[in-house]
């Protein structure tokens, strides 16, 4: 198949998925034409059926706001039309699933009919997408897709609970690759940050208020008064200089704490971690969690949203009620205890597979297929 993949290209979890889904797409042969306004952070990979086409907005001005919903759209009908698209899968609904629609209505009247796919990865849906600046165009531009698909069973029930939506919602869960998230040997990695032997926990966000990073570190300190433990922070955002001031009134110094930054290779740092911690007051599905099992590191997380679909309470790690750090310390302190950490480890790792990306990448293709099987009968 030739196929348009339009998304963030960012570290955020939904610009992560479509670009690891193109790349795992192209390696099985498929054509894979990424759409989006810079080269996405993980398509740091050469394949020959692999093809990144820009979306410049030109500046004027008079935009206040540059349109880039506008320049999107125009670059959809560009790339459907010259390299010949089969189907156009856009990830995020805003703006990418209105602007899918635009290209589409533009491209009927060239006589191309283009199936578009749009996969709903959370916050579009949960926090942004029902806001009433919003939630008419969502609405609307969720309906004139060929085919949708969420990333848990959750964030389907929340889409049809706040839209009217009347689209059948395929849920395809997040996948992983298990050859590039898988433990690897960096033991003088950790000897140099933990070198008396202290449990490491860690955390990757980009540090919103979703997240809730001061649970993380409230979790964090809980669990170092009971034991040795350092704590260490990826990624990045606005919420950061709030974390750091949070550290110091409580006594923890950067010896304690280490702020990473953004990371390219999180499976080094993952593969030397004991506990991973996802305290967000949403999340539709915890992609770095799985990221996280995948390297034999088990979970403390809230029960919110799709979480508890990865999450398995007891066997993978535990689920708290958003907030809760006390229960979040206790949880933290038995995954850590010696009789128990291997246990955790191994079934984390064994649940991670279920994810496999070879498991779900042919959801995906099934999905394509069925769109342009439809839009070829006139459905
Ligand atoms: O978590 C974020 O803030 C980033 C966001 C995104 O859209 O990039 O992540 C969402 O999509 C990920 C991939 O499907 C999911 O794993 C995350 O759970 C989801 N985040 C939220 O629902 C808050």
């Given at each position: 198949m030739n196929i348009g993949i339009v998304c963030y290209p960012t570290f955020g979890g939904s610009g992560v998925v479509a670009t690891e889904?193109?790349?795992?797409?192209?390696?099985?042969?498929?054509?894979?034409?990424?759409?989006?306004?810079?080269?996405?952070?993980?398509?740091?990979?050469?394949?020959?059926?692999?093809?990144?086409?820009e979306v410049f907005v030109p500046s004027y001005p008079l935009f206040q706001f540059p349109p880039y919903e506008l320049a999107l759209a125009s670059k959809m009908v560009d790339i459907v039309q010259n390299e010949k698209l089969d189907v156009l899968h856009v990830h995020y609904a805003i703006p990418h699933a209105s602007a899918a629609y635009m290209?589409?209505?533009?491209?009927?009247?060239?006589?191309?009919?283009?199936?578009?796919?749009?996969?709903?990865?959370?916050?579009?849906?949960?926090?942004?997408?029902?806001?009433?600046?919003?939630?008419?165009?969502?609405?609307?531009?969720?309906?004139?897709?060929?085919?949708?698909?969420?990333?848990?069973?959750?964030?389907?029930?929340?889409?049809?609970?706040?839209?009217?939506?009347?689209?059948?919602?395929?849920?395809?869960?997040?996948?992983?690759?298990?050859?590039?998230?898988?433990?690897?040997?960096?033991?003088?990695?950790?000897?140099?940050?933990?070198?008396?032997?202290?449990?490491?926990l860690i955390h990757t966000s980009n540090f919103r208020s979703v997240k809730r990073v001061d649970?993380?570190?409230?979790?964090?300190?809980?669990?170092?008064?009971?034991?040795?433990?350092?704590?260490?922070?990826?990624?990045?955002?606005?919420?950061?200089?709030?974390?750091?001031?949070?550290?110091?009134?409580?006594?923890?110094?950067?010896?304690?704490?280490?702020?990473?930054?953004?990371?390219?290779a999180v499976e080094e740092v993952l593969s030397v971690s004991d506990l991973f911690l996802m305290p967000s007051e949403k999340e539709s599905f915890g992609l770095a969690a799985l990221e996280a099992m995948s390297c034999e590191v088990p979970v403390i997380s809230t029960d919110a949203g799709g979480i508890p679909e990865l999450n398995v309470d007891g066997v993978t790690g535990f689920v708290s009620r958003v907030g809760d750090v006390d229960d979040m310390v206790k949880n933290s302190l038995t995954v850590l205890a010696d009789e128990n950490l291997a246990r955790f480890k191994a079934?984390?790792?064994?649940?991670?597979?279920?994810?496999?990306?070879?498991?779900?990448?042919?959801?995906?293709?099934?999905?394509?297929?069925?769109?342009?099987?439809?839009?070829m009968a006139g459905v």
């Open positions: 889904l193109g790349k795992a797409l192209a390696q099985k042969g498929h054509r894979v034409h990424f759409i989006t306004y810079s080269q996405p952070v993980r398509l740091n990979f050469v394949n020959e059926n692999l093809f990144y086409h290209a589409k209505q533009i491209l009927r009247t060239k006589g191309i009919n283009i199936p578009v796919i749009t996969t709903l990865h959370g916050t579009d849906i949960t926090l942004v997408g029902k806001d009433a600046s919003f939630e008419p165009v969502v609405t609307f531009s969720i309906n004139q897709s060929d085919a949708v698909t969420s990333v848990s069973a959750d964030l389907k029930r929340e889409t049809y609970e706040y839209f009217a939506v009347e689209k059948d919602i395929e849920v395809i869960p997040n996948f992983i690759n298990l050859e590039r998230f898988k433990k690897q040997p960096k033991e003088h990695f950790r000897a140099a940050i933990a070198p008396e032997g202290e449990k490491l649970d993380v570190v409230r979790i964090f300190d809980g669990v170092r008064q009971q034991m040795p433990a350092k704590l260490l922070l990826v990624g990045d955002g606005p919420d950061r200089p709030r974390i750091e001031k949070l550290c110091r009134e409580l006594g923890l110094l950067s010896n304690d704490v280490r702020f990473l930054g953004k990371l390219e079934a984390s790792r064994a649940r991670a597979e279920e994810f496999a990306v070879e498991k779900i990448l042919p959801l995906y293709e099934a999905c394509y297929q069925r769109a342009i099987d439809a839009v």
